[in-house]
């Protein structure tokens, strides 16, 4: 039987990471391999697939930026459409992977599988979690059936989609959490009922070469609303186009920041987000125009759908619809 052909894109991470002894887990550099030398720590991966290897970038993903998404979201797109690809795997860092995981899941139209890896200790470690991380993950991505599920990242034995993944411990091997996880092992009926890719994409025309600034806040109990005046003369200046808030609870707006929150220029969207990391926030009815509600999106994955729609020019009605559908 032809073996699946499969792209891997290596960005850097602690899984192309190295340290100057086998037990040190914390003190290491980030995005030393190359993409090679990750795959020649596992020779398995040629009983499953032809594989293609290709660095993109080499970095820590604390560095990643939206300029880093929207190269990677473009070169996948064009992996993704290219007859002789059937599946493309990205390693990344554990970091920022739920940020850039999102942004791949609502900019990609691709029907094959894409599948992101990571790990949370160097390749020099003993016990090192990349090299089965990284067979796990091309094996999926092997699986037609994983196109229909949306951009899935592979971590400790488990498929995360990119809808729901969000790493929730800064150090353990077990770090993300299993909402929404399948075993890798899940058959391909397990895999069609993992929820089918979303009918939220958007389309970054060829022409945007550059995404947004948008800032994030996170409101606490008696937190100043000062750094949201800041953001407001940012805003009036346009060096910010946009402003989530990660706010308590059930999206609750403290009354302190009003007053700052409503100097903001209407032409900056505002998107109130809850900060529980769950459930679905507030929505709010005769708000101003310019307030978006985030719904289900944590304020991560909210920043990153703003950037999103604001870099595909949306703007205003189009923009809280592209809320909506979030
Ligand atoms: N700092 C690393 C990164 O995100 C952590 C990791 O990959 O586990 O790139």
Not at 250 to 263: G, K
Not at 277 to 306: E, H, M, S
């Amino acid at each position: 039987m032809r073996k699946p052909r499969i792209a891997l894109l290596a960005t850097g991470g602690t899984i192309a990471g190295t340290a100057g002894s086998a037990t040190d887990t914390s003190g290491y550099t980030a995005g030393q391999l190359g993409a090679d030398a990750l795959i020649a720590a596992v020779p398995q991966l040629a009983s499953l697939a032809r594989l293609s290897a290709e660095q993109l970038f080499n970095i820590d993903s604390k560095d990643m930026t939206p300029q880093h998404w929207l190269m990677l979201s473009r070169r996948v797109q064009a992996l993704a459409d290219d007859p002789a690809v059937d599946g493309v795997v990205i390693t990344h860092g554990t970091d920022t992977l739920e940020e850039t995981a999102y942004f791949l899941q609502i900019t990609l139209a691709a029907s094959k599988p894409v599948v992101m890896t990571a790990a949370m200790r160097p390749a020099t470690a003993l016990s090192a979690d990349g090299p089965l991380n990284l067979y796990q993950a091309v094996a999926l991505a092997c699986r037609p059936a994983a196109g229909r599920a949306g951009v899935l990242a592979v971590l400790g034995d488990r498929i995360l989609p990119a809808d729901t993944i969000a790493k929730r411990h800064p150090s353990a091997v077990d770090a993300f959490t299993h909402a929404g996880a399948l075993t890798t092992l899940a058959s391909d009926a397990a895999l069609q009922a993992l929820a089918p890719r979303r009918n939220s994409r958007i389309a970054l025309p060829p022409e945007v070469q550059m995404l947004p600034a948008v800032e994030l806040l996170t409101v606490a109990a008696g937190s100043s609303p000062a750094l949201a005046r800041a953001l407001a003369s940012a805003g009036l200046s346009g060096g910010v186009a946009g402003v989530v808030l990660a706010l308590p609870g059930n999206a609750s707006l403290p009354e302190a920041w009003l007053p700052a929150l409503e100097e903001l220029p209407p032409t900056v969207p505002l998107v109130l987000a809850s900060r529980c990391g769950g459930g679905i926030g507030r929505q709010r009815a005769n708000a101003p125009a310019n307030w978006l509600d985030a719904g289900a999106l944590d304020p991560l994955k909210a920043r990153v759908r703003l950037i999103a729609g604001l870099g595909a020019g949306l703007r205003g009605a189009r923009l809280r619809r592209w809320f909506e559908r979030g």
